[in-house]
């Protein structure tokens, strides 16, 4: 029985991640996967597959949908992770009771060749750009509402600047969203849907220094960790991820979550740290084995509304 791992540009991770697998002799041999040209019948001789790099390679993505007819575990779900954006989350998030800021939803500046006026004669024109300055504020964020990396992301501080900001982002469909001035920032894993690992974060710090060297109980009290770790299972049963990242920026004791779409999330050892790496190998080891072991599918549909109607059942 094998895990196959999909790697990019890493090298501390994955490598480990093979030799914990291997190590702990649980019957489950963890390698790095080798594909070329794949018939649309092929086997996968995968049972679990832990995917790290298919959101920038379209091959691979097209390769593990496949794996999923074939019997193959995903980690995490091709199929929902190629459906899912930035937005749809935001919205699902305000619909399960977590906060998020306030967020709107832009049309594209510029459209692909063969576009013409009569394919857009459903958009509204002229924006009104006056109410949506006055819904979300200043300063605030436009970014891409499904991109990641901090790719093309700009903080605009007037309506003016917005509007001309705005007129150069091409074909990008963007989000405006309203600025969090927090005094506290945390990043969190969540392996399998239940374990949740918080981590003090600075996301204003260069690459690799965010990650903050202070324990997280002198960092946030415990009211505010029980109310974050609920809203990261929250989250991520009703998204159906086993692996993601969780960012809330904390303003007047309130956890806003800022991004919580981060399905293959770094896990260098010189970035999170060897205390967070460790966390991470534990944890995603013992997922993908029983995954394995157990043979647990990969979840064929999204039911948002079970969640939704379950907040509404307990009256939050």
Not at 142 to 149: A, E, F, M, N
Not at 264 to 277: E, H, I, K, Q
Not at 285 to 306: C, F, H, N, Q
Request: charged share 25%; net charge negative; with cysteine.
């Amino acid at each position: 029985m094998k895990i196959g791992i999909l790697v990019g540009r890493e090298n501390t991770f994955p490598p480990a991640l093979i030799e914990r697998i291997n190590s702990l002799n649980k019957g489950v041999k963890a390698e790095y996967i080798k594909i070329g040209g794949i018939s649309e019948v092929a086997d996968c001789p995968y049972r679990v597959i832990i995917d790290r790099i298919s959101h920038e390679i379209p091959f691979y993505r097209a390769y593990l949908k496949s794996a999923v007819l074939a019997g193959a575990t995903i980690i995490n779900n091709p199929f929902w992770w190629s459906a899912d954006d930035k937005f749809f989350n935001y919205s699902l998030a305000s619909r399960l009771g977590v906060a998020v800021p306030k967020t709107i939803l832009m049309p594209q500046k510029a459209y692909k060749e063969g576009v013409v006026s009569e394919s857009l004669r459903n958009l509204e024109f002229p924006l009104k750009w006056q109410s949506i300055a006055d819904y979300i504020g200043f300063p605030a964020w436009l970014k891409p509402h499904d991109g990641g990396g901090w790719k093309n992301v700009y903080k605009v501080n007037s309506l003016d600047e917005l509007i001309q900001v705005y007129d150069h982002t091409d074909q990008l469909c963007m989000t405006l969203q309203e600025h969090i001035a927090f005094d506290r920032y945390v990043r969190c894993y969540c392996i399998g849907r239940q374990h949740v690992r918080m981590m003090p974060y600075d996301p204003s710090r260069p690459y690799p220094t965010q990650y903050v060297d202070i324990s997280i109980e002198d960092y946030i009290g415990k009211e505010l960790q029980d109310r974050i770790h609920k809203d990261c299972i929250t989250l991520c049963n009703a998204l159906g991820y086993d692996i993601n990242t969780l960012e809330f920026a904390v303003r007047d004791g309130i956890p806003y979550a800022i991004d919580f779409m981060n399905p293959a999330p770094d896990a260098d050892s010189f970035s999170v740290g060897p205390a967070n790496f460790e966390w991470m190998l534990e944890h995603v080891s013992d997922l993908a084995i029983r995954y394995a072991l157990e043979g647990v599918p990969t979840r064929k549909s999204m039911s948002w509304d079970s969640f939704i109607n379950q907040r509404i059942a307990v009256g939050e």
